[in-house]
């Protein structure tokens, strides 16, 4: 094949990408591939009657692929099939019930992939389709999916743990995240109720229902600033706090190994410990994993983090039988 030849190829596959995102005008896909505006034009044409491409003109001179008439064609390189097989795997994993679009997802995604990656995602398919079903938290999915493709308010049925009633709010998805620490999935939108983003939990929606109601995400919503200083999904107005950790020498290789927050920094110690210290918006969300360390982690600020994980460690000592009556004031 030609230089020619290879460049077309390309240059259909990227303007195939692009217009399945949004509308372009020639000039504005031209200046993306740094060609000519024509020829995106004679290319776009070429899609449209020798490909079959399914392009709408969303507006005059704009145009888009419509995705509901595409036949999905992918064409990876074995390090994009590895990014998409890990993806499909951890989907798998934090799939806790049996949900079919999920393995059929799955099944499709293996059809472009090779072996052995093929038969790993076909397994892991058959997998949640070996979960128990909830037929609530599947249509609860597929109401607020419906709502966030279509532009449409969501009424939902909350109840937070402990909550004798639940709460109903009309909501606008603006987001779906998956929780980094768990196997939760949670929503992210603006409630009507608060006239604010809140986050809801999918697992603890009882019901949901599309209304008729249209909502815009606003150009200003960025999910990704709104959770940069998040340990997991909890966000705040509230400036970040500084998190400081000590931890011992028989698990500071460990800690040094992973990345567990963007903004952390690790400082070793002479004596073979390490210090870890982060920007957290809410240090509540991170306190079980603090706790998960055991012995070989110290709180060094904030000092409420701190006071936090003294009590929980003298709440455990004193229901194993381990603290002394004339101990229990130390640290207070």
Request: charged content about 30%; aromatic content about 8%; overall charge neutral.
């Amino acid at each position: 094949m030609g230089q020619r030849a290879i460049h077309r190829a390309w240059l259909i596959s990227e303007m195939e990408r692009l217009y399945v995102d949004r509308a372009w005008s020639d000039a504005e896909m031209g200046e993306r591939l740094e060609v000519n505006r024509s020829t995106i034009y004679r290319t776009r044409c070429f899609m449209e009657r020798e490909l079959s491409a399914p392009f709408v003109e969303e507006a005059p001179g704009r145009y888009r692929i419509d995705r509901q008439r595409q036949l999905g064609n992918l064409r990876l390189t074995p390090s994009e099939a590895l990014a998409l097989y890990l993806g499909g795997r951890r989907l798998q994993q934090q799939t806790r019930v049996g949900h079919l679009p999920t393995a059929s997802a799955l099944e499709k995604l293996a059809q472009v992939l090779r072996r052995p990656m093929m038969v790993g995602l076909v397994r892991a398919a058959q997998e949640v389709l070996e979960q128990e079903t909830d037929a609530r938290l599947t249509y609860v999915l597929e109401q607020i999916v419906e709502g966030w493709i279509t532009g449409r308010k969501v009424r939902v049925r909350y109840r937070k743990p402990h909550d004798d009633a639940p709460r109903v709010h009309t909501i606008s998805p603006y987001q779906l995240e998956p929780s980094i620490w768990g196997d939760g999935v949670y929503l992210i939108g603006h409630s009507d109720h608060y006239d604010a983003v809140i986050t809801l939990k999918l697992g603890r929606i009882e019901h949901a229902a599309v209304t008729t109601e249209p909502f815009t995400i606003p150009a200003e919503f960025d999910s990704h600033a709104l959770l940069e200083h998040a340990w997991g999904i909890w966000h705040s107005d509230r400036q970040p706090c500084t998190v400081r950790l000590h931890f011992s020498r028989r698990v500071t290789p460990r800690v040094k190994e992973t990345v567990w927050h963007p903004s952390q920094t690790i400082r070793e110690r002479p004596d073979g410990t390490c210090e870890w210290e982060a920007q957290i918006v809410e240090w509540r969300e991170m306190e079980p994993w603090v706790r998960g360390w055991g012995a070989d982690c110290e709180v060094l600020a904030p000092d409420d983090l701190r006071a936090s994980v003294i009590a929980s460690v003298r709440l455990s000592a004193e229901r194993y039988g381990l603290l002394a009556e004339g101990a229990r004031a130390v640290g207070d």
